[in-house]
C-alpha cells in the first residue's frame, strides 16, 4: 500500500475552494434581479415599479376638460391663482377613467375651508389677507353660525 | 561638539534606511489603496464622486424643488395633497410643516399631526414678545449625494438616473438603516407595507408630466419644482436671482431642494 501523495490535502482543499466558488456563484445568479445596474447600484425595474403609481390629483387642466366655462371665468378672479383641487379635492375622488364617480367634495357647510387660509396667524406672511378670530366673529354678529359663503363668492370674494 | 556628532552617527546608522523603508512602504499602500478605491468592484457603487455616469444616458433634466418661506401660510394643502396622492399611512408624513417661533428666551417648533389641518393659533401670553414666526415645509431633499443611499445593504433605495432618491419596494427589506442615516428625517418604515418609505416627488406624476401634488395644490405658489437645464423654467429664473439656501449644508449631502428666505434658525 503506497503512502497518500504528500499533496492530497492541498488538492482537497482546492476542490473545496472551487465547490464553494460554483455554489456562490450560482445563489449569486439566482438572487441578483436581471435589471442590475452595476454602475449606479439599483434595480432598474424599480424606476417603472414607482412610474406605475395611480395618480389622484390631476391638476386645473384635468378639471377644465369638462368644466371649461368655470375654468374661462376663474381667469378674471381673486382666486384664480389657487388649484381647484385645493378646495374640491383629488380629481380621483370625483372621476375614475373619464367619468364621474361622487360629487367633487367641498366643505360648504362650514368656515373652516376659509379659514384655514385667512384666519391670522403671526407665522403668516404680513402681506396676506388675513383676519382676527375676534374681528371675525364681530364681522358676523348678524347671525349665529354664519357662514362665509354666506356674503362671499367662493371663486371671486371680493368683499 | 565633534565627539557627540561622531556618536550620533556611530550609533543609529540604520535610523535613515529604516524610515525610508517605511515612507517607501507607506507610499505603496496609499497608491494601491488609491487604486483600489479609484478601479475597485465597489468603487462606483454609490456616488457622484466618482463622476462616473456609467452606461445610463447623460441627465437631460436637472429637476430642483423650491420653497419658498416668506410665501407659505401654514394652511397644510400639501400635507393633506401628500397623504390622498400617495396613500400615506395616518401618523406618518412624506411631507410636514413646521411652525418656528423665534423668542428672547428660545427657538419653538411645532408641527401638530403635521400640520394635517394647518396651525391652531398661539395662544396671548406666548404670542407676545415673538421675534420672527414662519412656517417651514420640510421633505426629502433628494440630496445629490443621499447617505440613505450608501447605508442600503440591498440597493433598494438609489438615486434615479433624473435625480430622484426612490425606493425598490420589492427589493427593500425595511430594516429601517436609511431611516436612521436621514439627516431630514424624511423616511419612516410604512407600518402598512413595511418597506422604508419617503417623498419621491411624485415620481409617477413627474413622468406623465405633472407636478408633483403639494406644488399643484399650493395656494400660494410657495413650493415650486421644475428643470434648471430649462433657461426659461419659473425654478431657474428664482435659482438665478435669489439667495436660496439648503438645510443642513454642514452634512455635505448637497440637497436639490433649496428654501428662499430661511430664517437661520430652522434645521
Known sequence: ?159 | MKNMKKIVEMEMPSIPDSRREFLIRLLEGTATATVLMVFGPGASAHGPETGISGSLEPAKHNYAYIIDINKCIGCGNCVRACKRENSVPADYFRTWVERYVVRADGVYVDSPNGALEGFEKLNKKFRDNIQLSRTVPKMCNHCHNPPCVQVCPVGATFKSPEGFVLVDHDYCLGCAYCVQACPYAARFINPVKHKSDKCTWCYHRVKKGKLPACVTVCPQKARLFGDLNDVESEVSKIFEKDHWMVLKPEMHTDPTCFYIGLPREVV
Open chain 1, 1 to 159: 500500500m503506497s503512502n497518500p501523495s504528500p499533496k492530497a490535502h492541498l488538492v482537497r482543499l482546492a476542490a473545496v475552494l472551487v465547490g464553494v466558488l460554483v455554489v456562490f456563484l450560482i445563489i449569486k445568479q439566482m438572487v441578483v434581479p436581471d435589471s442590475w445596474n452595476y454602475e449606479e447600484w439599483y434595480r432598474e425595474g424599480a424606476l417603472a415599479l414607482n412610474a406605475s403609481e395611480p395618480l389622484a390629483y390631476g391638476g386645473n387642466e384635468s378639471c377644465a376638460a369638462c368644466h371649461q366655462e368655470t375654468n374661462d371665468e376663474l381667469a378674471e378672479f381673486k382666486h384664480k391663482a389657487l388649484s381647484c383641487e385645493s378646495c374640491h379635492g383629488a380629481l380621483a375622488d370625483h372621476v375614475t377613467d373619464g367619468v364621474k364617480t361622487a360629487a367633487a367634495q367641498v366643505d360648504d357647510e362650514s368656515t373652516w375651508q376659509c379659514l384655514n387660509c385667512h384666519e391670522a396667524r403671526v407665522s403668516k406672511p404680513e402681506g396676506f389677507p388675513q383676519f382676527d378670530k375676534v374681528a371675525i366673529k364681530e364681522h358676523t354678529e348678524i347671525e349665529e353660525g354664519m357662514l362665509c359663503l354666506a356674503c362671499h363668492t367662493p371663486h371671486d370674494p371680493t368683499p
